[in-house]
């Protein structure tokens, strides 16, 4: 049983709870995960057909988070291996594994769906059943191989996308969700991060003064938006205000600076590139609601490269 400790104000930011103390902050009940009071949504009954669901919507959001082409029917299942296990060369290895582990998550769901089709005709369906066993194996194995499968963006992967349907399949659905509150957390710090070093390395130049409160704005919402869910009904507002925050980054023109002015010269083309990749790296993980350490670690230092020389290294992720 969880205890809420209701309080009348938002906690002073010098305050250290304890990770997981949840409050009462504003009429919502918020948890406390790295430094940040994350809204906590209703935790449905722990049944099969919650289970089938949640399963289903973390499988949508795999597909929509990573390259293309890995959405395999589970019916093409033994196609996918086969011409995964014939083949030599290294990259299309890489890619058919992809596929298979697509084939995979969608053969689980399949049997998942099955199963509470059967459960919903008065059969009682065990943990050790046959098709339950069959289910976390595919999974598992899903899983494996998700772990060379790149984000949409050509960025790297989440691994973590991968491995939330198997967790979601062999754990209380209440321990699921506050592992994903833990997620949450960690995705709001780095968005923090990335907003920090673009105010930092980008924001103090004269030809971009000025961007620092439309950084600001981006990452508020961006963090607002990690905590929503898509049912939530403040999801018009939440969106919308993300959307039109990362537009006025995007479009914002830099301020031209006489060569004179600076000791390094900094190229405002390349500045401006960086800022962009900021703003997409916001929403690539605000929208994943999960961190991609190594992306963000590459792109806080091309940015201390561009203030420390005037030219940013190149991304190795291409745009959308």
Known sequence: MINVLKIDRVPNQDEFPEEGSRR???GEERVFYDGYWIKVYKVPADTLEAKKRLIDALTRR???HTEHGLNIPGTRLAEARSSFEAE???????VKGAMLAGALFNRAADIFRKLVELQACGIEILSDNPLMRECGRCLLE???LGRNVL???GEEGIDELWGEPFRAFSIPLEDFYESRYIKIGQTMRDIDRIAKCLIINLAQLP????????IVDLANAAKIKTETLRTDPDIFDVWSIMVTAGERLANLTPHPVPAADECIRHDSAEGLQLIRQGRDLIFYITRARTPMPKSTSEFISRCETYLATGHAPLATFRQD
Request: charged share 25%; no cysteine; glycine share 8%.
């Open 88 to 94: 030599t060369d290294t990259s299309r290895r890489r």
């Open 207 to 214: 030809a971009f003064q000025g961007v620092e409160s439309a």
């Open 62 to 64: 795999l597909f929509n």
């Open 24 to 26: 009462i902050i504003g």
């Open 151 to 153: 984000h949409r963006s």
């Open 142 to 144: 899903a899983m494996e």
